[in-house]
């Protein structure tokens, strides 16, 4: 398998301007997380999927921010309008569930490293 | 609130110098304790998952250890490839992962 894959891998974009970021689980994870990580704040969830539902966004900063998972194999997350503070590299990460609620371990993607000017 | 402290944040050894890395936790019904590697520009590497108290898992040179408090990651003569940011992460009621601000390790030669 690939892993995780996502696109593109470094985004410089303007202030004001729509950002959509791509991530490819690997096949056969039904969870799906959305993490930003900063060096003032470290890694942070965003927002995760179950079977391609949305369970917890309460990690989602404004609403500027959204993300969707319209089916098993894709999901974005999407800025709209993007601002400086927004800077970040923005991980996905995939997992299956184990047994007891309990996860398995998360597949990490390469990231995307995003510059708003 | 749930919460996860690692220590120290950076730690220099030189090659061959053992030691231990600390991961301090407060969560409402632990469901596991994860270790990550990070290199520079990639993501989180899965390491370990530790579910309860008293349990111990192995690799390489790491060794996880895992307390109803706090979690540790000996190194046992680290070279320099093992150097990279550390990092724990707990897993709490709901499912999401907790992290935290990870220890960076350099190992000199």
């Known amino acids: 398998d690939a892993g995780v894959i996502q696109s593109p891998r470094h985004e410089v974009t303007e202030m004001g301007q729509e950002v959509t970021l791509r991530c490819k689980p690997i096949?056969?994870?039904?969870?799906l997380f959305w993490y930003r990580q900063t060096m003032m704040r470290g890694l942070e969830l965003l927002i995760y999927?179950?079977?391609?539902?949305?369970?917890?966004d309460s990690g989602m900063p404004e609403d500027r921010f959204s993300a969707k998972m319209p089916n098993a194999s894709f999901s974005t997350l999407k800025i709209q309008p993007s601002e400086p503070r927004d800077s970040a590299v923005y991980f996905c990460?995939?997992?299956?569930?184990?047994?007891?609620?309990?996860?398995?371990?998360?597949?990490f993607g390469p990231g995307t490293r995003l510059t708003v000017l | 609130e749930d919460q996860v402290t690692q220590s120290p944040e950076a730690l220099r050894l030189q090659e061959g110098e053992s030691s231990s890395l600390n991961c301090s936790y407060t969560?409402?019904?632990?469901?596991?304790l994860f270790w990550y590697r990070q290199d520079p520009g990639k993501g989180p590497e899965f390491l370990f998952t530790?579910?309860?108290a008293g349990e111990e898992k192995e690799k390489e040179r790491l060794k996880a250890t895992l307390t109803k408090k706090e979690s540790f990651l000996h190194i046992t003569a680290p070279k320099p490839e093992d150097s990279a940011t550390y990092l724990c992460?707990?897993?709490?009621?709901?499912?999401?992962?907790?992290f935290g601000q990870g220890t960076e390790l350099s190992v000199k030669p």
């Open positions: 990460a995939s997992s299956l569930l184990a047994s007891g609620q309990s996860l398995n371990e998360q597949f």
């Open positions: 096949s056969g994870h039904d969870y």
């Open positions: 999927f179950n079977n391609n539902v949305p369970i917890d």
């Open positions: 969560v409402s019904g632990l469901r596991g």
């Open positions: 530790l579910y309860s």
């Open positions: 992460a707990v897993q709490a009621v709901g499912g999401k992962l907790i």
